[in-house]
């Protein structure tokens, strides 16, 4: 496997876009790393093949919301739903001292998780909230025992939605799970170098986003 070189300045912009996540499904806290990177067709299909055996599909359709006023966009944070084949999560990402902070409650209703995820935020909790944008995807996912650390390597392909348009999705995203963090790092630039991603900066929310403007 080859040693991963980026320039200098994709490197920054990718280590913003890199995420610490605290969540645990149903509700509460973890802590989540990843890394993401954009991919062309032909990267991503040998990527596909190369862990075929080890994949496991999940369809997943988010949908981004916030108030009339942009309350969270101000804020820097991103509040979802997601259906991950079938079964609803609600998210609130807010910023934290490195990356995000993410809480998570297990509902199919906005309306309902909305007062626990801003109270275990600390944020007021609005009272009307629209969809923004959104995203339909599937993730093919596999956890990966290395040497030093697990991590979980997914696949997505699907689109981003916004504004009435929609632009295609198709990205691989490393998360770490446990053991040392920097092998995890590691991997995930050395797969990347040998597919020929680009490092992303950007979350699907940004992206999803932009296309309102």
């Not at 200098?8 to 969540?23: A, D, S, T």
Request: aromatic share 8%; proline share 5%; charged share 25%.
């Amino acid at each position: 496997m080859s040693k991963a070189v980026f320039p200098e300045r994709f490197l920054q912009e990718w280590q913003k876009g890199c995420i610490m996540n605290k969540n645990e499904r149903g509700m509460g806290m973890a802590t989540e790393l990843e890394w993401k990177f954009s991919a062309t067709e032909k990267a991503f299909s040998a990527l596909q093949m190369a862990y075929a055996s080890a994949l496991t599909p999940i369809l997943m359709e988010t949908t981004y919301y916030d108030t009339p006023d942009r309350f969270f966009a101000t804020r820097r944070c991103t509040l979802r739903t997601r259906l991950e084949n079938g079964k609803c999560i609600c998210t609130l990402k807010t910023p934290a001292e490195k990356g995000r902070a993410e809480w998570e409650v297990a509902t199919a209703q906005i309306q309902e998780a909305i007062p626990v995820l801003c109270k275990l935020a600390g944020l007021p909790a609005p009272e009307i909230l629209i969809p923004v944008c959104g995203a339909k995807f599937t993730r093919l996912a596999a956890t990966l025992s290395l040497e030093n650390t697990t991590v979980e390597l997914a696949l997505d392909r699907g689109v981003l939605l916004g504004g009435g348009r929609e632009i295609p999705l198709l990205e691989m995203e490393i998360e770490y799970k446990s053991g040392e963090e920097a092998a995890a790092e590691a991997f995930a630039c050395d797969l990347a170098a040998e597919y020929g991603l680009t490092p992303e900066s950007k979350s699907k929310f940004k992206r999803a986003n932009d296309l309102t403007l």
